[in-house]
């Protein structure tokens, strides 16, 4: 089983230039504002607070850096989506996003978070099919599996199936999380683990 013994804060960063000059592989995090990041980073790392939690959407608006074991970076990206953001602070965002996943060579796996607990969202899809569209190694990440009943959780994950499989051929790797009662975590961090040894 893998396990975080260590997870520190790097930094925060405006732009992917002044991210930390690393060769280590980094796991990025993305989704549509207020779809539980933040918590879901403080689950996989067993940190209460190491990611700022906000009941705000759109509260992560730099590219913020974490080290894990201190052979992994985890990357907490701003969200998108989020209408109560100026449309200037919007462009920013995905501007920030569209320049750290297109241009960092250290990527190694994107995990897009999508909330299970609703129907498929137009701009979950349509985020994917960008990520694909650049050729992107990604993963998908279902949040909030504690809000409804495990049938429910099927129905919503076929439907968001039903939607990728018009655009892909072979869908992603997926894992089903909840923080709040702690299922899910062993699975991603196995992932990550087994993707390092393979890369390594």
Same mark, same amino acid.
């Given at each position: 089983?893998?396990?975080?013994?260590?997870?520190?804060?790097?930094?925060?960063?405006?732009?992917?230039?002044?991210?930390?000059?690393?060769?280590?592989?980094?796991?990025?995090?993305?989704?549509?504002?207020?779809?539980?990041?933040?918590?879901?980073?403080?689950?996989?790392?067993?940190?209460?607070?190491?990611?700022?939690?906000?009941?705000?959407?759109?509260?992560?608006?730099?590219?913020?850096?974490?080290?894990?074991?201190?052979?992994?970076?985890?990357?907490?990206?701003?969200?998108?989506?989020?209408?109560?953001?100026?449309?200037?602070?919007?462009?920013?965002?995905?501007?920030?996003? !569209?320049?750290?996943?297109?241009?960092?060579? !250290?990527?190694?796996?994107?995990?897009?978070?999508?909330?299970?607990?609703?129907?498929?969202?137009?701009?979950?899809?349509?985020?994917?099919?960008?990520?694909?569209?650049?050729?992107?190694?990604?993963?998908?990440?279902?949040?909030?599996?504690?809000?409804?009943?495990?049938?429910?959780?099927?129905?919503?994950?076929?439907?968001?199936?039903?939607?990728?499989?018009?655009?892909?051929?072979?869908?992603?790797?997926?894992?089903?999380?909840?923080?709040?009662?702690?299922?899910?975590?062993?699975?991603?961090?196995?992932?990550?683990?087994?993707?390092?040894?393979?890369?390594?």
């Amino acid at each position: 089983m893998s396990i975080v013994k260590d997870a520190q804060f790097v930094g925060s960063f405006a732009q992917t230039s002044q991210c930390p000059e690393s060769t280590i592989p980094e796991y990025a995090f993305i989704g549509r504002s207020n779809v539980g990041k933040s918590s879901l980073v403080n689950y996989l790392t067993g940190r209460k607070s190491l990611a700022k939690v906000s009941g705000t959407p759109g509260k992560t608006r730099l590219l913020n850096f974490f080290i894990i074991n201190n052979n992994w970076h985890l990357v907490d990206l701003p969200g998108y989506g989020y209408a109560r953001v100026s449309k200037t602070s919007r462009a920013e965002f995905n501007k920030t996003n !569209q320049h750290y996943l297109t241009n960092r060579e !250290q990527l190694t796996c994107l995990f897009v978070l999508i909330d299970v607990s609703i129907s498929p969202q137009k701009i979950d899809m349509e985020f994917i099919n960008w990520v694909g569209d650049k050729g992107l190694p990604f993963a998908i990440i279902y949040t909030k599996a504690d809000k409804i009943s495990k049938t429910k959780i099927d129905s919503n994950i076929a439907s968001i199936q039903k939607e990728l499989k018009k655009s892909w051929e072979e869908l992603p790797p997926q894992f089903v999380t909840t923080a709040s009662k702690r299922s899910g975590k062993d699975a991603v961090l196995e992932y990550i683990d087994e993707v390092n040894k393979e890369i390594g």
